[in-house]
């Protein structure tokens, strides 16, 4: 079941039948079946996630394990960090779990253990609920949720849409990402768009500092960019994509004028960073001279980088390059995400 981007945290009354309000957890999102001591996990795509959180199989086989029928949730595996008091998510940590060797994946559930936060439930008890309305899954579920304990939780609900909008700016600072709002009456759908999100978009002035070719092998097909730090140092922060075939071949031409060259006129290019999700990609790009300022959309920062990949908005002529800085971003208030995952 997917969720449709809208603006703003939406009245009740907005949608037949009335909304429930969650938090928006940045993860992975799992579907677990328990089927006596049979555990697997599956992601929104089908990808299988048990072999990588051997902690999470073990607490799903001793609080659920055994019955008589299986027990199917759906939620979102996460990964938190810190120190007590001042805990919050942590995707880096996360994604770092899926790594294709088993004595890694063994060190690491031990040192970095995750956590889901189940949001619904689709069977239990010799029933399949998915026809039923959300309120009474989310009442099975609270129901089942009392043999819960850490590592598995359930994510908390509201009725109140200004304590959902309060939810909005005071869980970011434990790294939620928003608020999803669900219609109270409507059956499970999957691969249906018909809950509601609303996530954190911001902007700032970045400076393009590179690009990669298109994988067609013509036009730009993403543009690197930058922020300086207190140093004086320039550092790559993210990536902006999704031009046009049209715009992708006009950029080549904007760009050449700034496109750092070697002493016969060559382009100069750079070898960019790896990760485990894009190995085999080829990350070289053409490096340009730090002089282009361009306003970009975000939602969120990860550490000194966007969290995901941000959206052009609009080039700033107006802007110094190295006015650009990290201090413009918005950072959020920081929150204990203990307290969002215990309910009151």
């Given amino acids: 079941m997917l969720a449709k981007a809208v603006a703003t945290v939406p009245e009740p009354d ?14 992975f999102r799992g579907i677990v079946t328990i089927d006596g001591d049979d555990v697997e996990i599956g992601s929104r795509g089908a990808k299988p996630l048990t072999r990588y959180f051997p902690e999470l199989v073990e607490a799903f086989r001793a609080q659920f394990g055994g019955r008589d029928h299986p027990v199917v949730l759906d939620g979102e595996v996460v990964l938190r960090s810190g ?30 253990p995750a956590q889901f936060v189940a949001f619904d439930l689709l069977a239990v008890d010799g029933s399949e609920l998915l026809d039923l309305p959300f309120d009474e899954r989310r009442d099975r579920l609270e129901r089942l949720a009392t043999g819960m304990a850490d590592p598995l939780f359930v994510t908390r609900t509201t009725l109140d849409v200004d304590l959902a909008r309060e939810w909005l700016t005071t869980f970011e600072g434990a790294g939620l990402d928003g608020v ?3 219609p109270r009456t ?33 036009g730009v097909g993403s543009l690197l960019v ?10 790559q922060v993210g990536g902006v994509s999704a031009f046009s075939d ?38 070289s790009f053409v ?8 306003e970009v959309r975000y ?4 550490g000194d980088r966007f969290r995901h990949t941000v959206q052009f908005e609009r080039w700033r002529p107006d802007r110094e390059a190295r006015s650009c800085g990290f201090d413009q971003l918005e950072v959020p208030a920081a929150y204990d995400l203990q307290d969002v995952l215990m309910s009151d």
Avoid: C
């Fill in 14 to 27: 907005s949608v037949q039948g009335g909304l429930r309000y969650e938090p928006k957890w940045d993860g």
């Fill in 299 to 302: 939602d969120q920062m990860e």
């Fill in 83 to 112: 120190e007590p008091g001042s805990e919050r998510l942590d995707w880096e940590a996360l994604s770092q779990r899926i790594h294709p060797a088993a004595s890694r994946i063994a060190k690491l559930s031990s040192e970095t």
């Fill in 180 to 182: 999803v709002a669900k």
């Fill in 287 to 294: 490096r340009l001279a730090p002089a282009r300022v361009l």
């Fill in 246 to 283: 049209k715009r992708r071949v006009e950029l080549v031409d904007e760009l050449d004028p700034v496109v750092l060259r070697d002493a016969d006129g060559r382009p100069v290019t750079g070898d960019g960073e790896r990760s485990r999700f894009s190995s085999g990609r080829d990350t």
């Fill in 226 to 235: 930058g922020l300086y730090g207190e140093d004086g140092e320039i550092r």
């Fill in 186 to 218: 409507n059956p499970y759908e999957p691969n249906k768009r018909s809950m509601l999100k609303v996530k954190h978009h911001r902007t700032a002035d970045v400076v393009a500092i590179g690009y990669r070719v298109h994988k067609s092998g013509t």
